[in-house]
């Protein structure tokens, strides 16, 4: 059987790639925030997974305005990186599990959660930038990567207490697999931050530690929050936040089980205009 053993939260600010691929990560400005992610990479190692559920946005590279799934199942073979504007990163080709996302995509379309299915579509900073973060420069990813993407870009974007249940949906979808796999879900995007507008630049220091104490302690209350308070307190894109909710809801404290241990949890800021948040949580089986 599929088992969930850790949820990992992270940022997944396009500079920070950057900032790997032309091995700028010692320079002072970057130095804290790599610093963040060394205990991380250690961690992976340690408890490396079958498959990532990587629940992630895309920022108008697969998708446009010509097309915006809510939410997005990707059941590919491989999945290229893509090009944002100046080439495609140097990372590796994300490789997929299609049999465990057939799964997943039957189990949680008949939990009453409407997908769409994405065969082939190129994975951007929301889904390469915390690859990077946890698993440094390899020459192949680790694991298969199944992506997950969430419409966080143009409104209406789904509420958190509707991505809380889809976690818990996906939850019982990996549970329910024959294979042994050991499988971690990773909620990205956040912290805080505004692009552009009036408050572009925002960061929130205090709302963004009070939303990680939350998020480990009662992410089903958390859930109950409203966009216009993400929005307000975090910045037009700081509403990316919700997508950590999905990684939360598949914990097994919130499914009947254990609390989790936090392993590791980081802030820093400044690191483009964001807020770095991250956070590994271990299920208690
Ligand atoms: C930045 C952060 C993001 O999450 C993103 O998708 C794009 C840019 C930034 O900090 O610049
Ligand atoms: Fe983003």
């Known amino acids: 059987m599929a088992r969930i053993t850790a949820s990992v939260y992270t940022s997944h600010i396009p500079?920070?790639?950057?900032?790997?691929?032309?091995?700028?990560?010692?320079?002072?400005?970057?130095?804290?925030?790599?610093?963040?992610?060394?205990?991380?990479?250690?961690?992976?190692?340690?408890?490396?997974?079958?498959?990532?559920?990587?629940?992630?946005?895309?920022?108008?590279?697969?998708?446009?305005?010509?097309?915006?799934?809510?939410?997005?199942?990707?059941?590919?073979?491989?999945?290229?990186?893509?090009?944002?504007?100046?080439?495609?990163?140097?990372?590796?080709?994300?490789?997929?599990?299609?049999?465990?996302?057939?799964?997943?995509?039957?189990?949680?379309?008949?939990?009453?959660?409407?997908?769409?299915?994405?065969?082939?579509?190129?994975?951007?900073?929301?889904?390469?930038?915390?690859l990077?973060?946890?698993?440094?420069?390899?020459?192949?990813?680790?694991?298969?990567?199944?992506?997950?993407?969430?419409?966080?870009?143009?409104?209406?974007?789904?509420?958190?207490?509707?991505?809380?249940?889809?976690?818990?949906?996906?939850?019982?979808?990996?549970?329910?697999?024959?294979e042994d796999l050991n499988v971690q879900i990773w909620g990205t995007g956040g912290m805080s931050h505004q692009l552009q507008g009036a408050r572009a630049g925002l960061i929130n220091r205090e709302w963004d530690n009070a939303f990680l104490d939350r998020l480990i302690a009662d992410p089903a209350d958390l859930s109950n929050m409203p966009h216009i308070d993400y929005v307000r307190e975090a910045g037009s894109e700081g509403v990316e936040l919700v997508m950590w909710l999905i990684a939360r809801g598949a914990m097994a404290d919130v499914n009947g089980g254990a609390a989790p241990t936090v392993k590791h949890r980081f802030y820093h800021v400044p690191a483009s205009n964001t807020a770095v948040g991250h956070l590994i949580l271990e299920n208690n089986i």
Request: proline share 10%.
């Open 15 to 130: 500079a920070v790639g950057v900032a790997m691929d032309l091995g700028k990560t010692q320079e002072p400005y970057w130095q804290p925030v790599f610093e963040g992610y060394e205990y991380s990479k250690e961690w992976l190692k340690e408890n490396k997974p079958d498959v990532v559920f990587l629940v992630y946005n895309d920022h108008g590279t697969a998708f446009s305005l010509e097309m915006i799934p809510t939410f997005a199942l990707g059941t590919g073979a491989e999945y290229p990186p893509a090009d944002e504007g100046w080439g495609p990163r140097p990372v590796p080709m994300v490789h997929g599990h299609p049999e465990l996302s057939a799964h997943i995509a039957q189990s949680v379309i008949q939990d009453d959660f409407d997908l769409t299915l994405i065969n082939e579509m190129p994975v951007d900073h929301g889904l390469t930038v915390p």
């Open 132 to 178: 990077s973060v946890m698993c440094g420069q390899p020459e192949a990813w680790p694991f298969k990567v199944i992506p997950f993407h969430v419409n966080v870009v143009q409104y209406p974007v789904p509420s958190g207490k509707r991505c809380f249940e889809l976690g818990q949906a996906i939850r019982r979808a990996v549970e329910s697999f024959d």
